[in-house]
């Protein structure tokens, strides 16, 4: 599917350039739908840590291109088909939180829902399974099928933290665009 999503955007580059030529033969210069990618504006509110952007990581077996995930990319290919899979993030947060949440931004299909335990810097938030996350319609090629699952983590300092996610179930693979790290009051 990687190679589609290239070949779309060699397409719509190869468009882009050509476009004054087309225009001069009538033609529109851009394609009539264009995807949105998500795009994330940054307001010094909260951190958000790409999902493809890990320490480490088991269960992914390549690269996963979304044009419709921030950055066009997304931790995906087979992660969370197996109990046990696990991604740790380093995230730098850079003043104290009171409440802060985690929103995480994930696409999955199918007929369950993918359960995932969620570590702070070694802590179980909550109690297992920390997340539940039902499907979405679809693997995240469109925006549409991207779906947000608010974990509360309660009072963080500023400083930097391990977020550790860890797959519970077989077959409960999900793509992971990425989370926010944010106030109670932030909404995505």
Known sequence: MGCRIQRIRIVMGVLLLLGPVLAACGVPATPSVTPTP????STGEYVWQEGEAFLSQSGSNAADFKIAASNDQCLGMGWGS????VVEYEVGLPFSLPQ???YL???REGRWAAELDVYASGKLIGSSPSMVLKPTGGWGYTAGEWKYQKLLLGSMEAGQYRIKLVSLIDDGVVNIDGFFVADESFRP
């Open 105 to 107: 931004r994930y696409a």
């Open 38 to 41: 998500f795009e994330i504006a």
């Open 100 to 102: 802060a949440v985690l």
């Open 82 to 85: 197996r109990r046990g899979d």
